[in-house]
T-cell receptor
Framework: QKEVEQNSGPLSVPEGAIASLNCTYSDRGSQSFFWYRQYSGKSPELIMFIFSNGDKQDGRFTAQLNKASQYVSLLIRDSQPSDSATYLCAVNERGANSKLTFGKGITLSVRP | DAGVTQSPTHLIKTRGQQVTLRCSPKSGHDTVSWYQQALGQGPQFIFQYYEEEERQRGNFPDRFSGHQFPNYSSELNVNALLLGDSALYLC??????????????FGNGTRLTVT
């Protein structure tokens, strides 16, 4: 059974701080990795995807991937109260059209 | 450009009944996937449809079935509803290009409550 673990949380940070969200996965054949943001009562919204080892930055968001350690993380710089949401890590083993396995999510609260 | 649309938004059913949920994919997308999200959990993959056929299936019983139409829209049917089927049902569409950067786009979901 392929698993995606997001065990840390809930997470609370002050406004302007860096929020670090972590995720591990069990399938070494995994090829693509996604971070979705989900506000309460809403559907998941894609914020980042990464396929290669290393860092990928998009504005205040940086995704980090380490395939050897089977670890993917999301850093949110200059956190804002509007970043308060549940962040879902998702893994796809064979490409974008295969099924995604999601973690249970980490709830982030940014304190004003 | 319309995104993924789902109907209805909310539904209340009684145990043992049957339900049909509907989804229209984002314009230009040809693949539809269905996910079930229980409260406090991540979405769980139910199945995926492409070219009107079920291409992949998750660990869900046969009570869950689906269909894809020639216009790429899709239905999810659940028979003999159980209390545990209460969840947010998400439809996601994508383009079967095989490219790694063709991610899923989710609809707003259907909230199903079974009493």
């Amino acid at each position: 059974q392929k698993e995606v673990e997001q065990n840390s949380g809930p997470l609370s940070v002050p406004e302007g701080a860096i929020a670090s969200l972590n995720c591990t996965y069990s399938d070494r054949g995994s090829q693509s990795f996604f971070w979705y943001r989900q506000y309460s009562g809403k559907s998941p919204e894609l914020i980042m995807f990464i396929f290669s080892n290393g860092d990928k930055q998009d504005g205040r968001f940086t995704a980090q991937l380490n395939k050897a350690s089977q670890y993917v993380s999301l850093l949110i710089r200059d956190s804002q109260p509007s970043d308060s949401a549940t962040y879902l890590c998702a893994v796809n083993e064979r490409g974008a059209n295969s099924k995604l396995t999601f973690g249970k999510g980490i709830t982030l609260s940014v304190r004003p | 450009d319309a995104g993924v649309t789902q109907s209805p938004t909310h539904l209340i059913k009684t145990r043992g009944q049957q339900v049909t949920l509907r989804c229209s994919p984002k314009s230009g997308h040809d693949t539809v996937s269905w996910y079930q999200q229980a409260l406090g959990q991540g979405p769980q993959f139910i199945f995926q449809y492409y070219e009107e056929e079920e291409r992949q299936r998750g660990n869900f019983p046969d009570r869950f079935s689906g269909h894809q139409f020639p216009n790429y829209s899709s239905e999810l049917n659940v028979n003999a509803l159980l209390l545990g089927d209460s969840a947010l049902y998400l439809c996601a569409s994508s383009l079967n290009s095989g490219a790694l950067n063709s991610p899923l786009h989710f609809g707003n979901g259907t909230r199903l409550t079974v009493t």
